[in-house]
Structures are given as C-alpha cells and as structure tokens.
C-alpha cells in the first residue's frame, strides 16, 4: 500500500466528511455553498491522487478534474444568481425561512 | 518516508484544517478566508502531487472564486464580522454524525481496497501539459466544448436571475 | 213555439234568468210559472177538445225523445203547474226573510220544469232523465238550509234512498225497451209475459222509492228539514208523486199477480205510515207520513185495477196536501217550530189560516162535499169491485180510519192550550196561496165527473162503499179528537215513533251491510295494497343488497386501494419540509442507508 496514495485518500475522505457536515449544518445559502465547494474539492483531490499513483499516463484523468473544476464554477454562478433573486425578494439567504417548495 | 508524503500530508492536513475553520469561525469574513486558503493548500497538494498544470489552475481559480464569496458573503449575510457571536447552524448532530459516517466510510473504502500496482513516476509537467492539450482537443474535445457551452449558459442564467424584474411601461 | 215545450222551458229560463240577474227572483219565478200554467192549461183544453199534440225531438238513435200531451199527460202537467204556481205564490212571502232568494226560487223552477218533463215525457228515456232531475232537485231543495244541522244527511239520505231505488226504474226501462224494441211509453204498454212481470216488479221498487213506501218510507219523514213550500211541493204535485204517475201511466201494463203486490205495498203502507203519523209529535213530519200513508191508498187503488181512482186521489191529494203544508209553514213561522206541544193553541191565534187548515185536513180524512171523500170513496169502490177485495178494502177502510184519526188529532193540538205568538212578515202571500189551494181542496171534487169524461174511464159507483168510507172518516176523527194518542195506540206507541223501524230499520238492514261490505273490500284492498308493496319491497330489499355489494365489495376494493394510495403520498409528504437543510439531510441519509447494504454486499463477496 503506497503511503502518499492513502495520506491523499484520507486526505480527500476529511474534506468530503467537512464538506458534509457544513452543508448539512449551515444556515446560510453561501455556507452551504462552501460545504459543496468542500465536498466537490475532495473530489478533485481523489481524482488526482488516482492519476498520479495509479494511471500517470492517462491524459483523460486530468481532464475529469477540470470538468469538475467548471463544475464548481457553475455552481457558484448558479448559486450567487439564485443568492441574490432570493436577498431581493426576501431581504435575506437564510434557508431555515425558505421553504416554500414544500410539498 | 519520502518527501513528497510529508508534502502530501502537510498539505492535506492544511487544507483540511483549513475546511473546518470555514465553520468554526463566526465571522464570514474568515469563513471565506478560509476556504480560499484551504482551496490554495489544495493546488499545493497537486503540485506536491506532481500535477503542476492542475495545482497552478487550482490556485488562480480559487483565489478569484473565494473572493467574490467573501464579496457575496458580506453583503447577504446578518453578522459578516461574527461579532453577535451568532449560531447560524442547526441539526448539528446529524450532521456531525453524518459527516463522520461519510469520512469513516471513505477511509474504510480507501483502506481496504486493493489499488493494485502503483506507479513510482509520473509524466513531467511539459509532457503533462502536452498530453492535456492533446486530450482536450482530440478524444475529449466534445465534452470539453460542452463544458464551455454549458458554463457560458450557466453565467448568463445567473445574470438573468439576479436582475432585478423589469417594470414595464406601457405607452398608451 | 209549441204548449209543450213552454211548459217544460218557460220555468226554466225563469230559472236561469234568476240566476243571471240575481234579483227580483219572487217575481220572475211567478212569472215563469205562469207562462208555464198558461201553457198547461192550453195542452189541457186541447186534450179536452180531442187534440193531442206531441213533440218529437232527436234523441238516440232509432229512440227518438218524446213530449206527448194526452189527456193524462195534459190533466198532470196542469195539476203540476197550478199547484206550483200557488205554492209559488206563498213562498213568496214564506222566504220573505230568507238571505238566498234567488237559489231557492231558481232550484224550485228548475224542480218545476223536470217535473213537467217527467209528467209529459213520452218515452222512456227522456222519463228516466227528468226522473233523475227531480231526483237532484230534491236533493238540492231538502238541503237548501244545508248550514243547519242534520240537513245535509237528511237531503244525502233522501237522494241515495230514491236513488237506489231507482236501479229498478232503469233495469225495468232496459227490459221493456229490449221486448218492444221501441222507447215509446205508449208501446211499450203492450209488453206481456214475463217481461211485463219482471219490469212491473222493478217499477215498483222505483215506486217505492220515490213515493215513499214501507220498508223505504224513512227519508220523507226526514226531508221535512227542507224549506216549508218545498215540502209542500215535494209531497203534493212533484217528486212523491212521480211515483204514483209512473205506476198510473203504466197501469195497462202490469199483469195481475203485479197489481196484488202493488196493491198489498200499498195497503201496509196506508196502515204503518198511518199509524207512524198517528204517533208523531211533530207536525210536519206528521203530514210528511200521512203523504206515504194516502200514497199507499193511490197503490190500492191501482193494485185493485182503477187507476183513475188513484189520479183522482192524486189530484185531491195534491190540493189538500199542499195546503195543510202552507197552513203548517204559517203555524212555524208564527212560533218558531213544527213541534205539536209547542204549537199548542196556534190556531186560535191565526183563526183564518187555522180555518183553511181544517177544511184542508177534514178533505183529507174524506168529509162531503169536501174533494177527499170523492177520490176517498172511488178507491174504497175500486177495492170492493175488485177481485181480492178482502184484503184490500180492509187496507183502504183501515187506511181511511186512520186518516180521520191523525188528522183529528192535530186539529185538537193546534186548537187547544195556548202559546206565545209573534207577527210574521209575508202573510198576505202566504194567506193568497193557501187560499187558492184550500178552494181548489174544496171544489175539486165537483171537477172529478168532467175528468172522468175526459179520459173517458167511468169509475164504479158503490153506495156501500160511500157508507163505509164515510162512517170509516168520522170514525177515525171521532177517535182522534176524543181519545188520546197514547190510549189509542197503547205499546205500539215508542215503535210507531221510530218510524215502526224492523229491528234497527234502515241502519240494520241496509246501512250496517253496505258499511260492512264496504269495510270488506277496504280490507281486501288493504291487503292487496299490503302485498303490492311488499313485492315493491322486496325488489327494493334486492336492490340494496346489489347496491351494498357494489359500494363494499368493488367499489370498496377500489376506494380502498385509492385511500391507501393518498395515505401513503401523504406520509411521503412529511419527508419534504422544502427546507434545503433537510432535504439535504435525508439525501444523506439515503445514501448511507443505500450504501450499507452495498458494503455488505461487498464483504460477503
């Protein structure tokens, strides 16, 4: 078992677990936001600790974690636009006050 | 152990660090402070990791990226400074629970799976960037244009969405 | 326009213009009676000069209707008129108080003209019609005060009884039209056999009916609660009398073992009505029976085979009966009832109409030169000369005796005690009609011979029977002045007074059988309706146990299903709070619950 491939792992698994709690656990739009950005980043972290240890010659990996990496961009569009047509409406991202979707 | 396990592991141990200060701290401020330096320990685990390309684009797009957070954060949040000493949380049991169960099981996966042969070394960054280009022009090329398409859409939605409504005035 | 049709019409437009205008009904109604007894008396002496005259109008097919003036005809339709016209007369001032004069004019010309058209029908059909007619007039006439009690079941009794009776009438009339195959009277007459026995038979019950004979005499009695003219037209001239028209009529006819039977009706009726009248302490009501008991005595005398006894009788009868009426209404109207103790000494007070009373009543027990003894003794003649003469001048002697005694009778109580009078308005014409009938009681006597010429008939002439007749009158007025009623009848006295009623009369032997059976086929019907409705039931009890199996079997099957689904959505409704927290949540938890089994799966394999 390589070492740094295993440290990388639990490294990503930590994020992933943060990433978890944070965006179960926060109240605000923009936090929950950043436990996704956390979550996405462990992602992204197991996909290049895969390329480096196990497949170093496939291009392809690195492309995924660029894929991912829009991702995360899109998500943060996505996510401000929805942020501010909520604060301008409501006067506030606090989720505990939106529920609206109930069904 | 090699120095680049040290790097592997000072590094992830910051960036996980890091993570959890965005939600120890009361002032959003630090929250996004934060995230953006665990994003950055985050390219220099890629770097240690030899992915020179990945860590560069990791650190240029997560300081742009976690400065606008910080923007957004202090203009919606109540108490950007943290000074109320605020709780803006909740299910916070379930969450831990949760997060530890997510942590406990992806270690678990990553302990007791057999990765099989690993490799020592690793293309150099040129190759490494000649390969990426390859890739993204030829076999990708349709996913990477799709990529592009779909976050031009994605921005242009989002400016949609948060323009204020329009207040049509009819001539008559 | 013809005699006859004015006789008949002339009352009756009278009657209707009554009803249109609505006022001066008195005086239109002695005007429609006069043209009607013009009319009458016209037909008369055209009979009398030999010309008959008849009116055939379209009827049914191959039965024309008929108005025929024979001698007979003319001679009724005149009695008819004349005497209607006087009674007329004196209920012109009789119901000088009375609030609905136009009705009671009206209804009595209209009871007028159907009797005119009864007396000068000359076929069968238009005879039954006019039949009916009276038959309803009456009832309207009985029933005209229909606000005081026991009118109205007097007048529905009187109606339902002729009514009755009246099924002989037309079951006769379907038998002789059948055998002569024509509806003319005239020929019909010459029916024999046993069709002029059966339909003898049955015109006697018809005549039973309508002019009140025993068993059936009840209802008269009881139609005294009518207005005072009309019970004096009722039992002089018109709706009693058809009866005895009809059997004078059709006397030719009938065999003889159907005169006995005529005659022997008769004769118990003259005796019970005679001895009911006897008995009663009402005055009216005690002429009302004395009307059944001289209309038996007519029976007699068409049972013992002269009817030219019973028509002059008839006449008589007519005239005096009608004015002992009129003096009655005088004696109510002066105290306010027709109760003998009540009109105590009455005549004392009303001398003049008292007088005219007791000539009336002494020409009704049959006292010369008075009209009653003439028809009295041609009768009592008839009964001797006829074959069964036993039985039948025995009837007509009792009858006659019985006559004197009742009549004495209420002389006695109308001259002696004495009673509280008052004045009464109208007597002028009340005296007037009386008047000219009392003179008419008197005189008519001397017109019999004229009559008897006229229908060219001679009556058998008796000295026995003027003796025995005449000693039977004083006999009975001597009985009746002298010895009390109570003497004189001794224990048959309570029963005379129920109207000698055979153990319970009419309600035992014809009313409490007709409710009986009506009460059967309520039963029945009951019965059959319960049964109906229980089939109904049934296939409703059917119904709802396929509806109940449609609800709870297949519907059921198919709601429940449908609820399970709602329930079950509504369970999963709970898991979305559209909090983003919480749907994040139960992601979460979905994924490690997923993942578990996945892992074991894993360590297994």
Same mark, same amino acid.
């Given at each position: 078992?390589?070492?740094?491939?295993?440290?990388?792992?639990?490294?990503?698994?930590?994020?992933?677990?943060?990433?978890?709690?944070?965006?179960?656990?926060?109240?605000?739009?923009?936090?929950?936001?950043?436990?996704?950005?956390?979550?996405?980043?462990?992602?992204?972290?197991?996909?290049?600790?895969?390329?480096?240890?196990?497949?170093?010659?496939?291009?392809?990996?690195?492309?995924?974690?660029?894929?991912?990496?829009?991702?995360?961009?899109?998500?943060?569009?996505?996510?401000?636009?929805?942020?501010?047509?909520?604060?301008?409406?409501?006067?506030?991202?606090?989720?505990?006050?939106?529920?609206?979707?109930?069904? | 152990?090699?120095?680049?396990?040290?790097?592997?592991?000072?590094?992830?141990?910051?960036?996980?660090?890091?993570?959890?200060?965005?939600?120890? @701290?009361?002032?959003?401020?630090?929250?996004?402070?934060?995230?953006?330096?665990?994003?950055?320990?985050?390219?220099?685990?890629?770097?240690?990791?030899? =992915?020179?390309?990945?860590?560069?684009?990791?650190?240029?797009?997560?300081?742009?990226?976690?400065?606008?957070?910080?923007?957004?954060?202090?203009?919606?949040?109540?108490?950007?400074?943290?000074?109320?000493?605020?709780?803006?949380?909740?299910?916070?049991?379930?969450?831990?629970?949760?997060?530890?169960?997510?942590?406990?099981?992806?270690?678990?996966?990553?302990?007791?799976?057999?990765?099989?042969?690993?490799?020592?070394?690793?293309?150099?960054?040129?190759?490494?960037?000649?390969?990426?280009?390859?890739?993204?022009?030829?076999?990708?090329?349709?996913?990477?244009?799709?990529?592009?398409?779909?976050?031009?859409?994605?921005?242009?939605?989002?400016?949609?969405?948060?323009?204020?409504?329009?207040?049509?005035?009819?001539?008559? | 326009?013809?005699?006859?049709?004015?006789?008949?019409?002339?009352? &009756?437009?009278?009657?209707?213009?009554?009803?249109?205008?609505?006022?001066?009904?008195?005086?239109?109604?002695?005007?429609?009676?006069?043209?009607? #007894?013009?009319?009458?008396?016209?037909?008369?002496?055209?009979?009398?000069?030999?010309?008959?005259?008849?009116?055939?109008?379209?009827?049914?097919?191959?039965?024309?209707?008929?108005?025929?003036?024979?001698?007979?005809?003319?001679?009724?339709?005149?009695?008819?008129?004349?005497?209607?016209?006087?009674?007329?007369?004196?209920? @012109?001032?009789?119901?000088?108080?009375?609030?609905?004069?136009?009705?009671?004019?009206?209804?009595?010309?209209?009871?007028?003209?159907?009797?005119?058209?009864?007396?000068?029908?000359?076929?069968?059909?238009?005879?039954?019609?006019?039949?009916?007619?009276?038959?309803?007039?009456?009832?309207?006439?009985?029933?005209?005060?229909?606000?005081?009690?026991?009118?109205?079941?007097?007048?529905?009794?009187?109606?339902?009884?002729?009514?009755?009776?009246?099924?002989?009438?037309?079951?006769?009339?379907?038998?002789?039209?059948?055998?002569?195959?024509?509806?003319?009277?005239?020929?019909?007459?010459?029916?024999?056999?046993?069709?002029?026995?059966?339909?003898?038979?049955?015109?006697?019950?018809?005549?039973?009916?309508?002019?009140?004979? @025993?068993?059936?005499?009840?209802?008269?009695?009881?139609?005294?609660?009518?207005?005072?003219?009309?019970? *004096?037209?009722?039992?002089?001239?018109?709706?009693?009398?058809?009866?005895?028209?009809?059997?004078?009529?059709?006397?030719?006819?009938?065999?003889?073992?159907?005169?006995?039977?005529?005659?022997?009706?008769?004769?118990?009726?003259?005796?019970?009505?005679?001895?009911?009248?006897?008995?009663?302490?009402?005055?009216?009501?005690?002429?009302?029976?004395?009307?059944?008991?001289?209309?038996?005595?007519?029976?007699?005398?068409?049972?013992?085979?002269?009817?030219?006894?019973?028509?002059?009788?008839?006449?008589?009868? *007519?005239?005096?009966?009608?004015?002992?009426?009129?003096?009655?209404?005088?004696?109510?109207?002066?105290?306010?009832?027709?109760?003998?103790?009540?009109? =105590?000494?009455?005549?004392?007070?009303?001398?003049?109409?008292?007088?005219?009373?007791?000539? *009336?009543?002494?020409?009704?027990?049959?006292?010369?030169?008075?009209?009653?003894?003439?028809?009295?003794?041609?009768?009592?003649? *008839?009964?001797?000369?006829?074959?069964?003469?036993?039985?039948?001048?025995?009837?007509?002697?009792?009858?006659? &005796?019985?006559?004197?005694?009742?009549?004495?009778?209420?002389?006695?109580?109308?001259?002696?005690?004495?009673?509280?009078?008052?004045?009464?308005?109208?007597?002028?014409?009340?005296?007037?009609?009386?008047?000219?009938?009392?003179?008419?009681?008197?005189?008519?006597?001397?017109?019999?011979?004229?009559?008897?010429?006229?229908?060219?008939?001679?009556?058998?002439?008796?000295?026995?029977?003027?003796?025995?007749?005449?000693?039977?009158?004083?006999?009975?007025?001597?009985?009746?002045? #002298?010895?009390?009623?109570?003497?004189?009848?001794?224990?048959?006295?309570?029963?005379?007074?129920?109207?000698?009623?055979?153990?319970?009369?009419?309600?035992?032997?014809?009313?409490?059988?007709?409710?009986?059976?009506?009460?059967?086929?309520?039963?029945?019907?009951?019965?059959?309706?319960?049964?109906?409705?229980?089939?109904?039931?049934?296939?409703?009890?059917?119904?709802?146990?396929?509806?109940?199996?449609?609800?709870?079997?297949?519907?059921?099957?198919?709601?429940?299903?449908?609820?399970?689904?709602?329930?079950?959505?509504?369970?999963?409704? @709970?898991?979305?709070?559209?909090?983003?927290?919480?749907?994040?949540?139960?992601?979460?938890?979905?994924?490690?619950?997923?993942?578990?089994?996945?892992?074991?799966?894993?360590?297994?394999?």
């Amino acid at each position: 078992m390589n070492i740094e491939l295993l440290l990388a792992l639990v490294t990503g698994a930590a994020l992933f677990g943060v990433g978890i709690y944070g965006a179960l656990s926060q109240t605000n739009l923009v936090m929950i936001m950043m436990g996704v950005e956390l979550i996405l980043a462990a992602a992204m972290v197991n996909l290049v600790a895969f390329w480096r240890y196990l497949h170093p010659d496939a291009a392809a990996a690195q492309m995924f974690v660029l894929i991912v990496m829009t991702v995360m961009a899109i998500e943060m569009a996505v996510g401000f636009g929805v942020a501010i047509a909520r604060f301008r409406a409501k006067g506030s991202v606090e989720m505990e006050e939106a529920a609206e979707l109930k069904g | 152990m090699s120095a680049q396990a040290f790097f592997i592991g000072f590094f992830g141990l910051a960036s996980v660090w890091f993570g959890v200060v965005v939600f120890r @701290t009361h002032s959003m401020m630090r929250s996004a402070l934060a995230l953006l330096f665990s994003q950055t320990a985050l390219g220099a685990l890629f770097l240690s990791m030899q =992915a020179e390309f990945l860590g560069v684009l990791q650190i240029m797009m997560m300081a742009t990226e976690m400065s606008i957070m910080a923007i957004f954060m202090v203009m919606f949040m109540m108490d950007p400074g943290g000074l109320g000493e605020m709780d803006m949380t909740h299910q916070k049991r379930l969450s831990l629970a949760a997060g530890f169960v997510a942590f406990a099981a992806a270690v678990a996966a990553a302990v007791f799976v057999d990765w099989g042969p690993v490799a020592s070394v690793a293309p150099d960054a040129a190759q490494q960037t000649h390969d990426l280009g390859v890739e993204l022009l030829g076999r990708s090329m349709l996913i990477f244009e799709t990529a592009g398409i779909t976050i031009l859409t994605a921005m242009i939605a989002a400016t949609a969405v948060a323009m204020p409504p329009v207040k049509r005035i009819r001539n008559k | 326009m013809s005699l006859i049709a004015s006789a008949i019409l002339a009352p &009756l437009s009278a009657a209707l213009l009554i009803l249109l205008l609505r006022r001066l009904p008195a005086a239109l109604a002695l005007l429609g009676a006069g043209v009607g #007894l013009l009319a009458s008396l016209g037909l008369l002496v055209d009979a009398s000069h030999g010309i008959g005259s008849a009116l055939i109008l379209p009827g049914l097919p191959d039965l024309p209707l008929r108005l025929v003036a024979t001698p007979l005809t003319a001679l009724l339709s005149s009695l008819v008129a004349v005497i209607s016209s006087l009674v007329l007369v004196y209920a @012109t001032g009789y119901m000088k108080q009375d609030s609905e004069k136009p009705r009671f004019f009206a209804t009595l010309l209209f009871f007028v003209s159907a009797m005119q058209t009864l007396v000068l029908a000359g076929d069968w059909i238009l005879l039954l019609a006019a039949w009916e007619l009276i038959g309803l007039a009456s009832y309207l006439l009985i029933g005209f005060w229909y606000r005081r009690s026991g009118v109205r079941s007097a007048a529905t009794r009187a109606f339902l009884v002729t009514r009755s009776a009246d099924l002989g009438l037309y079951i006769a009339v379907f038998i002789l039209i059948a055998s002569a195959g024509s509806s003319d009277i005239a020929i019909t007459l010459n029916t024999d056999g046993h069709a002029a026995v059966a339909a003898g038979l049955l015109l006697l019950i018809a005549v039973m009916g309508k002019s009140a004979q @025993t068993p059936l005499h009840d209802w008269l009695q009881r139609a005294m609660a009518g207005p005072t003219p009309v019970s *004096a037209l009722l039992h002089s001239a018109t709706l009693v009398a058809a009866g005895a028209i009809l059997l004078i009529r059709t006397a030719p006819m009938l065999p003889p073992e159907v005169l006995l039977t005529i005659g022997i009706v008769g004769g118990i009726t003259t005796v019970v009505t005679g001895l009911i009248a006897l008995g009663e302490p009402d005055l009216k009501r005690l002429l009302a029976a004395s009307t059944s008991s001289q209309y038996g005595l007519m029976l007699v005398a068409v049972g013992a085979g002269v009817p030219l006894a019973a028509l002059l009788h008839l006449i008589a009868h *007519a005239a005096i009966k009608s004015s002992l009426f009129l003096g009655a209404g005088v004696f109510q109207h002066s105290r306010d009832s027709t109760a003998l103790s009540d009109l =105590a000494g009455v005549g004392r007070d009303r001398p003049r109409i008292f007088f005219g009373f007791a000539l *009336a009543a002494l020409a009704l027990a049959g006292i010369p030169p008075l009209s009653g003894f003439f028809s009295k003794d041609a009768i009592i003649a *008839a009964t001797l000369a006829s074959t069964k003469a036993p039985i039948l001048a025995s009837l007509a002697l009792a009858g006659t &005796l019985l006559t004197g005694a009742y009549m004495a009778r209420a002389l006695r109580a109308l001259w002696q005690g004495s009673g509280k009078h008052h004045d009464i308005a109208g007597l002028g014409w009340m005296g007037a009609g009386l008047a000219g009938l009392v003179t008419l009681a008197i005189i008519l006597g001397a017109a019999f011979p004229a009559i008897e010429t006229l229908l060219g008939v001679r009556l058998p002439e008796n000295t026995l029977a003027q003796v025995l007749g005449l000693s039977a009158a004083l006999g009975g007025l001597a009985l009746g002045w #002298l010895i009390p009623v109570q003497r004189l009848l001794g224990p048959l006295l309570p029963w005379a007074r129920q109207g000698f009623a055979l153990a319970g009369g009419f309600d035992t032997w014809m009313v409490r059988p007709a409710l009986g059976i009506a009460r059967g086929c309520e039963q029945l019907e009951r019965q059959l309706c319960a049964g109906v409705l229980a089939v109904g039931r049934l296939g409703l009890s059917i119904g709802r146990a396929v509806l109940r199996g449609d609800e709870q079997g297949i519907d059921g099957l198919i709601f429940s299903l449908a609820r399970g689904t709602v329930n079950l959505g509504e369970r999963a409704r @709970t898991l979305q709070s559209g909090l983003i927290h919480r749907e994040l949540a139960v992601t979460v938890v979905g994924t490690v619950l997923i993942f578990i089994p996945l892992f074991i799966i894993l360590l297994i394999f």
